[in-house]
């Protein structure tokens, strides 16, 4: 039987994926990566390590199966890698999405009132989460970077950028347009590299790859040895667009939610470029034998990365199975909410300055209160953006599709689905965002269009249980958590957590 394989290079770790062609996931294999906290607020990962994690997940899964046909990337977007044009070996550490070390940099833009200028070109605002401010940051304070740029030694990619590049061993240096929209350097109405987002953000437009369409041919790959001979690279896409298209959101409408380290909520709205308000961004989609497609987007910048702070740093769960059933132990939240603002607050807030806090502890307060407030602010930040894309859609939504490890919790699906009065849908596919490479390859090598392609069935659905007033009153105190961060941000910087009273606990 055909297989196709897929590399999902996330925020946490690298698989390899073999489909078959009925887009049944054969085998999978997954390594970590280190997530490196050089200072506060800072996030990197080292990307030689992505590259040799990416080896031994691809080697083990193809180990004893027939070679596959064609490979597939789907990608975390917005880390941003410098590596060096001769050897395609990093330069730098990843600057990982969540780093905010490009926050001086556009708060000066914002001042210099830049923003309408960069949101009409780009359709998305100027934040640090997108690796535009990150890059100049490394220019201005990494001199070896500065001149390996200006000396034209460097190259500046996402990470499908740098994999293509070393599987391709520097034949071939290129994107797709999902991925080089989320970078504040692309033209959306263009659809090709802003010339003045380059000097406004000090990068060489000649670093920057050449974009192509998703489903075009990326060059072949034997991945180091790993294959028996080279197979062609087809169906390259950013993570959540991937998704998108996965779970068969190809008309006007259609919305997905996917639950990752982040959150991204996409709305897709056809070919006319969107115009997006305050908390929302406009990106691409798919473009697909040179015609787009466009979403709205809002941004969750921290979804499941909150129940990994609850294992890791506050190691009040063992496990992430542990929540649901935590969760469930309790009748109600008792008043504790939980705002997951570790690196300031994405839409429709934009907050950088915001940190996090739980709010409403008593004396009666246990860890299942704790952990429940995690959950339940995921689904709080979901209805933050859907009801303000259902406003500026001019639309209700009565169904959202979900993808991502955390849709296999239960008890966060029914409560979303009561907070936000509409039928959640879950993938039946967890490895939706690969899967949606390789089905956008499919359609670059197999002569079929989007409209032929037979797409997996759906998985689970949930309805609103809740009554409306229990899940308004209930959505009120979120939004009286979020406006005590807001107006009690601490100061920048912070070495270690402060108690202002009783009810707020800020963590940096």
């Not at 294999?29 to 990197?44: L, M, N």
């Not at 003045?196 to 990326?218: G, K, M, Q, W, Y």
Request: net charge negative; aromatic share 8%.
């Amino acid at each position: 039987m055909t297989h196709y394989l897929a590399i999902d290079q996330s925020t946490s770790a690298t698989k390899a994926l073999l489909f078959n062609t009925s887009w049944e996931l054969v085998s999978k294999a997954s390594k970590d990566h280190r997530q490196i906290y050089p200072q506060p607020g800072w996030v990197e990962h080292d990307a030689e390590e992505i590259w040799l994690n990416t080896l031994a997940v691809v080697n083990e899964v193809v180990s004893g199966r027939p070679q596959p046909t064609r490979l597939s990337i789907s990608n975390q977007r917005e880390t941003v890698v410098v590596f060096d044009r001769a050897t395609g070996k990093p330069l730098h550490n990843a600057i990982v999405w969540q780093c905010r070390r490009g926050d001086a940099i556009c708060s000066q833009l914002k001042a210099d009132h830049q923003d309408a200028s960069v949101r009409r070109k780009s359709g998305l605002v100027i934040d640090t989460y997108f690796p535009a401010s990150k890059v100049r940051w490394l220019i201005e304070n990494v001199p070896e970077i500065k001149q390996a740029l200006a000396d034209g030694t460097a190259l500046v990619g996402t990470v499908d950028t740098y994999l293509i590049y070393r599987l391709t061993n520097g034949q071939v240096f290129a994107t797709d347009h999902t991925n080089a929209c989320r970078t504040l350097l692309y033209d959306i109405q263009q659809l090709d590299w802003s010339e003045s987002l380059c000097e406004l953000f000090h990068v060489p437009l000649s670093a920057l790859a050449e974009i192509r369409d998703s489903n075009t041919s990326f060059g072949t790959t034997d991945v180091a040895g790993a294959l028996d001979s080279p197979i062609p690279i087809r169906g390259v896409m950013g993570d959540s667009q991937a998704s998108l298209f996965a779970m068969g959101c190809h008309s006007v409408g259609d919305t997905k939610v996917t639950f990752g380290t982040g959150s991204s909520l996409l709305l897709n709205v056809g070919m006319n470029i969107p115009q997006p308000n305050a908390g929302t961004v406009a990106t691409v989609a798919w473009v697909i034998d040179g015609r787009p497609t466009y979403c709205l987007e809002g941004i969750i910048s921290y979804s499941a990365a909150t129940l990994q702070w609850l294992r890791n740093q506050l190691q009040l769960i063992d496990s992430y199975e542990e929540t649901q059933t935590l969760a469930e132990s309790i009748e109600n939240n008792a008043g504790v909410y939980l705002v997951p603002a570790f690196a300031g607050l994405s839409a429709p807030y934009w907050s950088p300055d915001a940190r996090a806090a739980i709010v409403g502890l008593t004396a009666l307060a246990t860890k299942a209160h704790v952990v429940r407030a995690a959950l339940e602010s995921i689904a709080y930040q979901v209805r933050d953006l859907l009801e303000m894309m259902r406003e500026q859609a001019g639309g209700t939504t009565r169904l959202i599709h979900a993808d991502g490890g955390a849709t296999s919790n239960g008890f966060l699906m029914q409560f979303l689905a009561d907070m936000i009065d509409a039928e959640v849908r879950t993938s039946l596919v967890a490895e939706s965002s690969p899967l949606g490479a390789v089905l956008c390859g499919a359609i670059g090598s197999e002569a079929i269009s989007i409209e032929q392609l037979k797409l997996p069935g759906s998985g689970q659905s949930y309805h609103r249980q809740m009554s409306s007033e229990t899940a308004d009153d209930s959505y009120a105190g979120w939004q009286r958590a979020v406006a005590s961060v807001l107006d009690n941000a601490p100061p920048k910087q912070l070495s270690q957590p402060t108690t202002e009273n009783v009810s707020i606990l800020n963590f940096t």
